[in-house]
């Protein structure tokens, strides 16, 4: 069969069942954020990402020194979602030939420096030549008093968000248009008081929209401050939909999101009516948040945003006339 038929979920339950290695220290296997091995004293997290030139990124677009960034960033998401701290992290690296010493120096200014924001030791990796553009493979080992999975998930439980939506998503449009790199670090922040114009001069980019495309290129993961009374959690890395439907699937529930009560940011709302695209479409479907999707039965005090609930059965969206329908799960899938 081929992969497109298949994709990318379905594959990870092929190697899911095919891999089915039980231990009792095993908490969590393949198919949660981050795997959870309990050792005398507590609990190991570990995850793996991997950012792939052509796939996850483009030159035209990205620099080396946010790519150090991010690679980082979305491993630190998977550990935030288990409810751990992350702690050390290892790079491997496939560089093409052509590029230079000074391209990996600026990668890893990148990497550096979100690993001091976030106390993150980097402890090894693997570094290889690569023929077919640049490759980079992240693993992060982290730990938790409590693992938060998401297979908790009870029915009349709020479905919460920890920050806007659609971003990062909106964000990439706008490179696309663009077609060039926005530097925000170092002396390159000469991007942040101009005027920015699009490649086909039709709409302006005002410095207002550039934190959506800096959610894009750099995002910076927030971990919940108290896990207490959380029943599941995911890093919404695939869209809200996608990302909420593997909570349903791994919790055996059902789930109902209100569409007007999702955040959005006003960023997001302009730039999207300048494109034509629906903010909210975007919110669902769009990716990359790296913010957290969790489940609990109580009011939490914190930013987070309820924006539904967890049902016996089913998948709804409702709008605000209060028109219900049914979603799939529709967004990011490798593969498809
Ligand atoms: P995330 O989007 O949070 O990074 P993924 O969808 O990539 O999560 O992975 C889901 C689960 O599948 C994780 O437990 C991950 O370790 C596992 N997984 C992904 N790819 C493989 C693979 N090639 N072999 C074994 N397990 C895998
Ligand atoms: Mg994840």
Redesign the pocket.
């Known amino acids: 069969m081929q992969l497109s038929e298949l994709g990318?979920?379905s594959?990870?339950e092929h190697?899911?069942t095919k891999?089915a290695d039980t231990s009792p220290e095993i908490l969590?296997?393949?198919?949660?954020?981050?795997?959870a091995i309990e050792i005398p004293g507590g609990t190991i997290l570990v995850?793996?990402?991997m950012m792939l030139e052509g796939v996850h990124f483009d030159f035209s677009y990205s620099t080396f020194y946010q790519l150090g960034c991010k690679i980082l960033a979305?491993n630190i998401s998977?550990i935030f979602?288990m409810g751990g701290k992350p702690e050390y992290f290892l790079l491997s690296l496939g560089i093409p030939e052509a590029y230079t010493s000074k391209n990996i120096e600026e990668l890893y200014s990148g990497l550096v420096k979100v690993a001091g924001k976030y106390r993150v030791k980097v402890i090894g990796g693997d570094t290889c030549s690569s023929k077919h553009g640049l490759v980079l493979s992240g693993t992060l080992i982290g730990n938790a008093d409590r693992i938060i999975t998401r297979s908790g998930a009870g029915i009349g439980d709020g479905v919460f968000v920890t920050g806007t939506l659609g971003d990062s998503a909106m964000g990439l449009m706008l490179l696309k248009k663009l077609g060039r790199q926005i530097h925000f670090e170092g002396r390159g922040t000469r991007d942040k008081g101009r005027k920015i114009r699009l490649k086909d001069h039709s709409l302006p980019i005002t410095p207002k929209l550039l934190p959506l495309i800096k959610r894009h290129l750099m995002p910076e993961p927030i971990p919940l401050e108290k896990t207490s009374g959380i029943t599941s959690m995911?890093?919404l890395?695939?869209g809200l939909l996608i990302d909420l439907s593997?909570i349903c699937d791994e919790s055996k529930v059902g789930a109902v999101i209100y569409k007007d009560r999702i955040p959005v940011s006003r960023e997001l709302v302009k730039a999207a009516v300048n494109s034509g695209v629906d903010p909210v479409s975007l919110a669902l479907k769009g990716g990359e948040d790296y913010v957290l999707l969790f489940t609990s039965p109580s009011e939490i005090k914190t930013d987070s945003v309820r924006i539904g609930e967890i049902i016996k059965k089913g998948r709804f969206l409702v709008d605000s006339e209060g028109r219900k329908t049914t979603f799939k799960a529709e967004g990011y899938e490798h593969f498809k």
Do not use: M, N, P, W
Not at 28 to 35: H, M, P, R, S, Y
């Open positions: 990318e979920f594959l990870i190697f899911r891999c969590k296997g393949i198919g949660d954020d981050a795997a995850t793996s990402d979305v998977d979602a995911i890093d890395s695939d593997h």
